[in-house]
């Protein structure tokens, strides 16, 4: 088995959206009911007026939200008129207590008017990977087979990879961000009624699976 290679991370991201059933169209209630529901949930994570905020001057009805920032700017709970959005910056799975704690308090709250109910659930992961050796182009050319080589020749300067299932998508690329580096995103569909901790789960057992794929390993 081929010795895995140490990368770092320079950045890498966490997205959780839940798609509402139907929009909310009552706005009196959203901000009365909703949002106070919110706020309630969040004061035992030190939340305070200061750390809740809206778009001011929205375009439209979707860009139409009010954003609850947590941890001094780690972890930012969005509750929109069509989706909620729950985005943590450079998460590591040891503080996968505590966002799975905000997260279901969070949707908890939104959800308990009764006002709203959840179409679809979308988890999103990712990573850019940048190894301390070898070439990008062999750690993803192990991907696939046959190579991007055999179908337009060796002077390939991309070596993107996209899996699509009916409930997941991979997407292995070149970091546009850093040089040398990977871009790995891991995209999960969901119904409306699993739970958080088995979302997360998936997601984490889709990324050692990559970078196992990639012989990769990261702290």
């Known amino acids: 088995m081929p010795e895995k290679i140490h990368a770092d991370v320079p950045l890498s991201f966490f997205e959780y959206r839940a798609i509402h059933q139907e929009p909310i169209f009552d706005l009196q209630g959203f901000s009365s009911e909703v949002l106070r529901s919110v706020f309630g949930a969040f004061r035992s994570f030190n939340v305070s007026l200061e750390n809740v905020s809206y778009k001011q001057n ?18 930012a709970f969005t509750v929109g ?12 799975w040891s503080e996968l207590g505590l966002i799975t704690s905000v997260a279901k308090a969070g ?13 679809r659930q ?7 990977l940048k190894p301390a050796s070898g070439s990008m182009k062999d750690l993803v050319s192990t991907l ?13 300067r991309g070596y993107g990879i996209s899996v699509y299932r009916e409930d997941s998508v991979w997407v292995v690329d070149a970091s ?36 196992e794929l990639l012989r990769l390993e990261v702290e």
């Open 122 to 128: 979308r988890a999103t992961l990712g990573i850019h």
């Open 58 to 75: 929205p375009l439209n009805f979707g860009e139409v939200g009010t954003t609850f920032v947590l941890f001094g700017g780690k972890l």
């Open 176 to 211: 546009v961000s850093y040089p040398d580096a990977l871009f790995v995103r891991i995209d999960r569909i969901l119904a409306p009624n699993v739970p958080f901790e088995e979302i997360a789960s998936k997601l984490m057992n889709d990324e050692l699976r990559l970078l």
């Open 144 to 156: 696939a087979q046959p190579t991007v080589t055999d179908f337009i020749g060796s002077d390939v």
């Open 107 to 119: 949707m908890a709250a939104v959800l308990s008017g009764g006002s709203v109910r959840l179409e």
């Open 81 to 92: 008129l069509g989706s909620t959005v729950m985005a943590v910056h450079n998460p590591n």
